[in-house]
């Protein structure tokens, strides 16, 4: 609660919403907006590794997670907001 969009959308509420919808937040990819993706856990799982090869043409600057319990933790802290 309380999240605001930044230099990236908040997150609240990521876990089963559409790619690209944030109302207020306008600096998304083309790419990302038409991609058609729900941010189900494995999705999230897969762009938060390598965002480039999930969602080609992603502007997404972001080296990516790799750490499998690390992304784990965070879809867990991410299910709960």
Known sequence: A?????????????IGRQAGTVPGYDNYSDALRQSGIVWTPENFRSFVKDPKSMVIGTTQVYRGLKDDESISLLIEYLEEK
């Open 2 to 14: 309380g999240a605001r969009n930044r230099i990236g959308p908040a997150l609240t509420g990521i």
